[in-house]
């Protein structure tokens, strides 16, 4: 779940109107999984992103405040990152 030294991606920033601000994801989140594959860091949460389609539908698995959630998360696009 996060803890403990298990592997995990913390979530730095949330832009308001992204995908992970529609899921309800919040600063400090921890990433464990997508779609139940494990995420040991943020590295591999951008690779695994990667292996979607913007508008794919992914379930993620984070731990707030020590416990453990699950959200649909709709993918957007990073066009706007260029």
Do not use: H, K, M
């Not at 919040?26 to 943020?42: K, S």
């Not at 913007?54 to 649909?72: A, H, I, Q, S």
């Amino acid at each position: 779940n996060g803890e403990g030294g298990e592997p995990a991606a913390t979530v730095a920033e949330v832009q308001a109107g992204s995908a992970a601000d529609e899921a309800g994801l919040e600063q400090g989140d921890v990433i464990t999984r997508i779609d139940g594959r494990p995420i040991p860091d943020a590295t591999s949460l951008v690779a695994a992103a990667r292996a979607y389609e913007p508008g794919d539908e992914v379930t993620l698995t984070y731990v707030r405040d020590g416990e453990e959630e699950t959200v649909e998360l709709t993918l957007g696009s990073s066009a706007d990152d260029e």
